[in-house]
């Protein structure tokens, strides 16, 4: 699991922040929540009940401790929708989007006489001790086209060349649509030998350096941009 992954990665130092995206995601295999929250949360204590079974949160040697930011929409349902909720209650990690789909249940199989299996759900899970039925409203909440959230939550990141028409108007201060290059990818310029002292059309600047100058990155995705910019925020506040 990639979460996993994160807390082993000892020789990545510039980590500022961690975003989590649970949109179009669902499930109802609960146990492995206990996990996934000690990741995060190292004091043991009762997270859900289901089907009568309760699930605890189990602390991990390993902890994620940089900001954690998750985000979720109206198709994010189950166990992705629990984690969610056990985030913002527990006080761990901000939860960005729009409100999702308020389906965590129980379910009981039943098979019938011709032989299939039929799923029901028998009761709601409870959460931190509470029944939630309505679905999670998120700390921020950031509207998306329906119509285009799913492309760009698959897609959020283009890269465009600075003889773009976005890119050209970026040098426009007064136009709000278009994102202006961020810090990370100052850094990235600079360690690719672009500096205020030599521009990207500088002589003395490599190819790759002068390639990596003549783009732009720009997040599409307006909840992932909203992340990011929280996250730098924090970070800039940590100073």
């Not at 959020?156 to 028409?165: A, Q």
Request: net charge negative.
């Amino acid at each position: 699991m990639m979460l996993y992954a994160f807390t082993n990665a000892s020789s990545v130092t510039n980590i500022i922040g961690l975003v989590v995206d649970l949109r179009f995601c669902e499930g109802d295999l609960y146990e492995p929540l206990g996990d996934i929250v000690g990741l995060f949360d190292g004091r043991p204590r009762p997270l859900l009940e289901v089907c009568g079974v309760v699930i605890s949160n189990r602390p991990s040697p390993f902890r994620i401790s940089v900001p954690t930011i998750i985000l979720v929409n109206g198709v994010t349902r189950g166990t992705p929708e629990a984690l969610a909720l056990i985030a913002k209650k527990l006080g761990w990690g901000i939860v960005i989007g729009s409100k999702t789909a308020g389906e965590m249940f129980e379910w009981k199989e039943y098979r019938l006489s011709d032989g299939r299996l039929i799923r029901v759900a028998v009761g709601v899970v409870r959460v931190l001790g509470e029944e939630v039925s309505q679905g999670i409203t998120p700390d921020l909440e950031v509207r998306v086209d329906p119509e285009k959230e799913e492309d760009l939550a698959q897609n959020p990141i283009e890269t465009l060349g600075t003889n773009s028409t976005i890119a050209r108007l970026e040098e426009k201060p007064a136009d709000p649509t278009v994102r202006r290059i961020n810090e990370a990818e100052l850094e990235r310029l600079h360690r690719s030998g672009v500096t205020s002292g030599s521009p990207p059309n500088s002589k003395s600047s490599t190819d790759t350096a002068r390639k990596e100058a003549e783009e732009y990155m720009v997040i599409k995705d307006p909840m992932l941009a909203r992340a990011i910019d929280l996250l730098t925020a924090v970070r800039i506040l940590r100073r």
